[in-house]
């Protein structure tokens, strides 16, 4: 079963800095850890400021565009095609994010913290469109991807660019759930077609398939739920997407 977010709905519920923003809240997201995820266009030469919050374990950021980024601990230039790894604790005082000379766009992804999980560390590095092409390209994860950022929790983000016709399939246990952000183009998940800023998330499904008549760049978060910390799966490890 699948729960979608139009962005042409949220154009017309919220203002127009929260056209693509899917927000899961404490208390309608019965799963896991993704409290958020929001897409945000910064104008040129304009500012913005992340708060940390305590419940919070770390924000990824996806980086469409330059960008410059500073906090108490880090201070760093972001081109397209690169991600940020914060952990809003209260130890920080915030990210500011500073536009460039033209406007440029960001991905966040918030995820909350777990009692008793370590907390992730500041991690910025830049990211190799090919390596995306066709595929499901593990970005930053917590389930032992060897090229992926290291994630604290049992999660996983993927990015992934189809094109005309291609197809990938991401397989993972019932008990998670999963997330999918279209960053541009035109998806297909099974009958549903999803557009530029829509989002859909999965209730207990284990194998989704995903398909592009055109080109597509979409994000794919793979979830810990609630339920699944109390199902191990039999071999121990939890599967891992790949593409067909």
């Known amino acids: 079963m699948y729960q ?27 799963y896991g850890p993704l409290m958020r995820c929001g897409e945000t266009e910064l104008q ?24 410059t980024v500073s906090s108490d601990r880090i201070a760093d230039h972001m081109t397209a095609d690169s991600l940020l790894i914060f952990p809003a604790s209260s130890e920080e005082a915030g990210l500011r994010l500073q536009g ?11 995820l909350k913290r777990s009692p008793g999980e370590r907390r992730d560390r500041t991690m910025a590095r830049q ?19 060897v090229d992926a950022a290291p994630l604290a929790s049992d999660s996983a983000v993927y990015l992934s660019h189809l094109r005309p016709r291609e197809q ?3 397989e993972t246990l019932i008990q998670r759930r999963s997330y999918v952000y279209v960053l541009e183009g035109t998806l297909r998940v099974e009958n549903e077609r999803l557009h530029q800023g829509d989002s859909l998330r999965t209730d207990r499904e284990a194998v989704i398939p ?3 008549s055109g080109h597509c760049q979409f994000v794919l978060a793979d ?10 799966p039999s071999s121990g490890e939890l599967p891992r997407g790949a593409g067909h």
């Not at 990211?127 to 991807?145: E, F, I, Y």
Request: hydrophobic content about 40%.
């Open 4 to 30: 979608i977010s139009r962005a042409i709905q949220r154009r017309r519920q919220h203002s127009e800095s929260a056209l693509s923003l899917f927000d899961y809240g404490v208390e309608v997201d019965p």
């Open 44 to 67: 040129a030469d304009s500012e913005i400021v992340i708060l940390s919050e305590e419940e919070v374990d770390c924000i990824l950021f996806l980086f469409l565009g330059e960008m």
């Open 100 to 110: 460039g000379s033209r406007k440029s766009r960001f991905l966040q992804l918030t």
């Open 127 to 145: 990211l190799n469109p090919k390596d995306r092409r066709g595929t499901l390209q593990p970005v930053a994860s917590g389930q032992g991807h």
């Open 168 to 170: 990938v399939v991401f």
């Open 210 to 212: 995903l398909s592009s």
């Open 223 to 232: 979830l810990p739920s609630r339920e699944a910390a109390q199902v191990k």
